[in-house]
């Protein structure tokens, strides 16, 4: 229950983070749990400084230092970005790069209402439910059975249940259901085939609008997903790229050449050039390789059904456009599909 609201103390049943000199673990405080055997035993979790006995956390403050049988880690409450980092993978993730910026692309607000497939391993899931909670809601779909099984159960054990739905449901097959037809003010797809799902993110969207975002690897799915927006009537498509680098503060050495001898160079009497010397600087250090691609994040608006038709309109005039013999129309070299 660890998730739902800051404490102080831990209780059996929470997730703790377990940090340990730049290795993170998600721990379930249970004193007992299941042998291979089914019998229960005592739980002890194995670090690489040792072994911790879990049930003595409980009473421990949050944020304290705790021993192992070889040294000593810190107890940490779990955050959504904490969670990404140590949960246990079902599917490849999202993280907290793209994340943020999905957040505030899909202009979520504590009271949104977002729907989100597929639920893979929760990760984007966890930073969703902050987002809207109290009064919002996260509709979360998976087409596999046991995949959204899981995250529902491990919803409920992070005392989330109240603002999250899990489903199992192939959306691009059956939509997101009759009961969210209007009703989402943001639709974030993280499928194959995203560009397939479009016609139901449109049933799915309030009359008022909304936003719309979806995670691709491949800039082909990129193209399929813009040209499938655009025919069905969205607004303000950008596609980008989340590259976070981080500055690592240290300290170098350069030699510094002494140029005092040029001002001399012409006069009767010529300097000699002193040897170089060495200064060592304070710098910010950019790091020596790049992160490497996670996906293209592609965001488009929906406009209010007041002006919907205007868009219809300006399709029909973009169709005359595409007929043009003087070919000025956007020239995608992508096959249309779906
Ligand atoms: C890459 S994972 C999503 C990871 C998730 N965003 C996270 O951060 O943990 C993609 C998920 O989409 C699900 N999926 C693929 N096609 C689907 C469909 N048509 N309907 C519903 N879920 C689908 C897969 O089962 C998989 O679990």
Redesign the pocket.
């Known amino acids: 229950m660890s998730f739902r609201n800051y404490k102080d103390k831990i209780d059996e049943g929470d997730t703790v983070i377990l940090y340990l000199s730049n290795n993170l673990y998600a721990i379930d405080v249970r004193p007992e749990i299941k042998s291979k055997k089914g019998d229960l035993v005592e739980n002890v979790f194995q670090t690489p400084f040792g072994a911790l006995k879990v049930r003595n956390l409980i009473g421990t403050e949050y944020g304290s230092k705790v021993e192992l049988s070889k040294g000593w880690g810190h107890v940490l409450q779990p955050t959504p970005e904490l969670w990404s980092l140590t949960l246990p993978h079902r599917?490849?993730?999202?993280y907290t790069p793209d994340i943020s910026m999905i957040l505030l692309q899909l202009d979520l607000v504590p009271g949104s209402v977002v729907i989100e497939?597929?639920?893979?391993?929760?990760?984007?899931?966890h930073a969703l439910i902050r987002r809207v909670r109290p009064h919002g809601h996260v509709f979360t779909?998976?087409?596999?059975e046991h995949?959204a099984n899981v995250a529902r159960k491990e919803f409920e054990e992070h005392g989330l249940s109240d603002f999250v739905t899990a489903q199992h449901?192939?959306?691009?097959?059956e939509g997101f259901g009759e009961n969210l037809k209007g009703k989402a003010d943001a639709v974030f797809l993280?499928?194959?085939s995203p560009w397939i799902g479009v016609p139901h993110v449109l049933d799915a969207l309030k009359a008022k609008g909304g936003r719309f975002c979806s995670f691709s690897p491949c800039i082909e799915q990129v193209q399929r997903t813009c040209l499938a927006l655009e025919r069905q009537g969205f607004q303000e498509l950008t596609t980008m790229e989340v590259l976070q680098s981080e500055l690592k503060v240290t300290r170098r050495t350069v030699p510094v050449r002494d140029l005092s001898f040029l001002k001399h160079k012409s006069s009767e009497s010529p300097v000699e050039e002193k040897p170089s010397s060495e200064t060592s600087y304070v710098v910010g250090a950019w790091p020596t390789s790049t992160p490497g691609h996670t996906g293209y994040l592609t965001v488009a608006t929906l406009p209010p059904v007041f002006a919907r038709k205007k868009t219809q309109e300006t399709e029909q005039n973009n169709q005359c456009a595409d007929i043009d013999p003087s070919g000025n129309g956007s020239a995608m070299a992508v096959e249309e599909t779906g």
């Open positions: 599917t490849q993730i999202i497939a597929g639920t893979g391993s929760g990760s984007l899931t779909f998976d087409f596999h995949r449901r192939d959306v691009l097959e993280d499928l194959p």
